[in-house]
């Protein structure tokens, strides 16, 4: 079993920024592609970011590209999602996960192992 512990989230002003990390324990943190997804209140949890096992591929939602920064540190474990120039309509639960595969990938249901999730909140 992978553990996946996501942290940073917070409230902050439109404009803002906010930098997420998720921390990864139990398996051999490499051999996974990564990705965020986020579930705003009432709709359905859509995909973020991703990143292959080695962080050399990296694919974006349109609704993110040019404002969140997706990364990760093999040597640490963790995962981290810079977000920039913050909208309400970012507003939602983020969560981060993990694929049992090399390959990364926009759909929710190709990942095997996520976490608990951690509320960002932007006010206008």
């Known amino acids: 079993q992978l553990q996946l512990v996501e942290s940073g989230g917070e409230l902050v002003q439109a404009g803002g920024s906010v930098r997420l990390s998720c921390a990864a324990s139990?398996?051999?943190?490499?051999?996974?592609?990564m990705g965020w997804f986020r579930q705003a209140p009432g709709k359905e949890r859509e995909f973020v970011a991703a990143?292959?096992?080695?962080?050399?591929?990296?694919s974006y939602a349109d609704s993110v590209k040019g404002r969140f920064t997706i990364s990760r540190d093999n040597a640490k474990s963790a995962m981290y999602l810079q977000m920039n120039s913050l909208k309400p309509e970012d507003t939602a639960v983020y969560y981060c996960?993990?694929?049992?595969?090399?390959?990364?990938?926009?759909?929710?249901?190709?990942?095997?192992?996520w976490g608990q999730g951690t509320q960002v909140t932007v006010s206008s």
């Open positions: 996960a993990a694929r049992v595969s090399p390959l990364l990938s926009a759909a929710s249901g190709d990942y095997n192992y």
């Open positions: 139990g398996r051999t943190f490499s051999s996974y592609a």
């Open positions: 990143i292959s096992w080695g962080g050399g591929r990296l």
